[in-house]
């Protein structure tokens, strides 16, 4: 997988550099070049932005540099990518979502600043045939995109095969089967008056799977009822409803 990200702080992705999307990268699985939006700028103040038309607090970034960086970061590389624009006003990032663009031969990130990237930045891209995802990590507001972008390809990248040294953890995800999952332990068996769940040590595997999916199905009704009622029907068997 090919991903590009533009920015006016490449500095703040120093950190996709790093362990295991390091190691990724060290690996080929991934190549990796992050851009800085000033390169396409032609003034000696290099300005991104300007007044919002209709008023309205803050700037808004220009779409002629923008314009010009996505064409000639396009023009890198023969692969189309999905083109990803980080917004407080996206459609929510899932893991649905990671799992979709892992199957993405190129992501393209845009990361913008101050109130956003002018409309036809996206419009323009749509209006040529490009894939272009508005997305946002959550319901709260950052300043600029950048983190969300290290949220979305630390996502992504780990479900590429050969990144995580266990691809079962990938698949049992939280999410994966729609529930959180439950609490975990290691060694020592007590720690500070606090013992290890005496199932987990039971060896009893059928008992300690029933014992693992209980405490899912508790802990997604405790603090994200909205993923159980999402379930499908199917999802939850005879054992699971008896919880
Ligand atoms: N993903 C993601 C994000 C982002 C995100 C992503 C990208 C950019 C680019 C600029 N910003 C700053 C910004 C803040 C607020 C607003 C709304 N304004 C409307 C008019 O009143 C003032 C406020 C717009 C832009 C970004 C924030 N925030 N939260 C997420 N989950």
């Not at 799992?99 to 109130?115: D, I, K, P, V």
Request: aromatic share 6%; proline share 7%; net charge negative.
């Amino acid at each position: 997988m090919r991903i590009d990200v533009i920015t006016i702080f490449p500095g703040y992705l120093a950190p996709l550099r790093e362990a295991l999307l390091g190691r990724a990268i060290a690996a080929g699985l991934v190549d990796l070049d992050v851009h800085d939006l000033r390169d396409w700028t032609h003034d000696v103040h290099q300005a991104v932005d300007d007044a919002p038309y209709g008023g309205g607090p803050g700037m808004v970034m220009r779409p002629q540099v923008w314009g010009e960086a996505l064409d000639a970061v396009l023009a890198r590389d023969a692969r189309t990518p999905r083109i990803v624009v980080p917004t407080p006003a996206g459609r929510p990032f899932t893991q649905a979502t990671a799992q979709e663009w892992a199957g993405a031969e190129r992501l393209l990130f845009a990361c913008g600043r101050y109130e956003g990237i002018d409309q036809r930045v996206v419009d323009d891209a749509r209006g040529r045939g490009l894939p272009v995802d508005e997305v946002s990590i959550g319901d709260y507001v950052l300043v600029g995109g950048e983190a969300a972008v290290l949220v979305m390809v630390e996502a992504v990248v780990r479900l590429l095969p050969g990144v995580l040294g266990n691809p079962a953890s990938a698949e049992q995800d939280s999410f994966s089967d729609g529930l959180l999952e439950g609490p975990a332990y290691t060694r020592p068996e007590t720690w500070r008056g606090l013992a290890v769940p005496e199932v987990l040590r039971s060896g009893n595997h059928a008992a300690i799977a029933r014992w693992r999916r209980d405490r899912a199905l508790e802990r997604t009704a405790q603090r994200r009822p909205d993923l159980l009622a999402a379930l499908p029907e199917r999802a939850l068997d005879k054992a699971d409803r008896a919880f």
